[in-house]
């Protein structure tokens, strides 16, 4: 970072963790192809490496994000035992949980967009996440395959 | 101790924000109190759309000096790009009871007067700037852009001549001009003044915004994605997201009504639709970037820009 003493309040401060730090493009793509599972967690760890100045807050939408598929899910089954939401109904009610899941990801993405670009511009340490990005793809049926709950497979698919 | 300052004031002239930035910093970490180099780094950071940055510098020149006029200049800016309308406005209000007779200030609330829509406010506070100063080029260009919006091609360029009699190298005219002649559909003049626009000023995003513009003109797919692009862009990242969750939501129930409705065609030309778009928008940023960034190599823009 520079040298001078002034510090702009949203530049990154980053620590040790920073040798591993990605392009928030990486956990967003890990998402897609292995799940929210590896992704998420992965924005965490990345929001630190980066010294993100947003880094708490980006750890409240992940932790929020899982808070919230809980809740529409039992909010969705309250409503089937309802009879609210018949069974035919289920899949476009479920998307619910879908458009959760992306909002937050794309969010946390954008969120952590505005620090990787400083990270970047003060010479930080960029690593590629392929490698994560194909790892949680091929472990992704086998995470799913953990638990026969469904619960479980909204939570981490 | 000046000599950061009056560095920071010729790079932020010359279009080099990220160099006034350091410059600004170099300042502040000497004179820590400086409720000029606050907001003049306010407008920086803004003007490299780090904007929670640029609030909290705006703030703290106001913090240090509530009489400043630049800090209400930069606050008003700041607040406008964050589209807190109400609130910009009122910081111009205060800037303006400041000085009554700053032509930058008055152009600065005809702008806030066209985000919000006060079309007839617009050439009134743009016409008493004029009288203030009737050789000032921005007041000149600020009246030929305002022209523009309107769809008055013709008087538009005449104001954009205006100002270039009186600053030839003034960036903002030659873009005003550019428009012009994008409007004409004369796409070589229009690229020309641009390039020449940016040669002035690197990273004038008027000059660039030009220069996409006739680079779309000229290419129809690209020229979707960068009409498309620009739109999302305006509606702000919250917006956006939002945007495509409903974009995305809308496919994804066009799809299992045509599944359900025994239309399985009709579900996989949807995919297919679905899957276009989403390698368009992919592809389409690295594309327009590349064919930007070749129009570009003669201006020669630093690492930095």
Known sequence: ?157 | MDHWMQLARQQFAQGHLYGAIESLRHQLADEPEDAAAHAMLALALCGTHRLHAAAHEARAALALDAELTLAHHAMGTVLMAMRRFKEAGEHLDRLLELDPDDPAALRLQATLYAYTGREREIEAVLKRALALDPDDPLTLCAIGEHALRRGQVREAGEWAHAALEVDPGQADALVLMGGVLLRKGELAEAREHALQALRIDASHRGALFLLSGVKARGNPLLGLWWRYSVWMGALGARRAILVLLVMYAVYRVATLFAADAGHPDLGLVLNVVWLAFAAYTWIGPALFQRILNKELAPVRLGKDF
């Open chain 1, 1 to 157: 970072m520079s040298g001078a003493a002034y510090r702009i309040i949203d530049e990154p401060q980053p620590g040790a963790l920073a040798q591993i730090a990605v392009n928030p493009f990486w956990p967003l793509l890990a998402f897609m192809l292995g799940g929210l599972w590896c992704a998420w967690p992965w924005f965490v760890i990345n929001a630190f490496a980066l010294g993100s100045p947003t880094r708490v807050r980006e750890t409240g939408f992940a932790v929020a994000g899982f808070v919230g598929i809980f809740a529409i899910a039992f909010l969705m089954g309250w409503l089937m035992l309802k009879g609210v939401v018949g069974a035919d109904r289920v899949k476009y009610a479920m998307m619910v949980v879908t458009l959760w899941k992306l909002g937050i990801s794309y969010w946390l993405y954008e969120l952590q967009s505005r620090s990787f670009g400083l990270y970047q511009y003060f010479g930080g340490v960029v690593r590629s996440g392929l490698a994560v990005v194909v790892l949680a793809a091929f472990a992704k049926s086998g995470v799913l395959g953990l638990s026969s709950s469904g619960l479980w497979k909204l939570l981490v698919s």
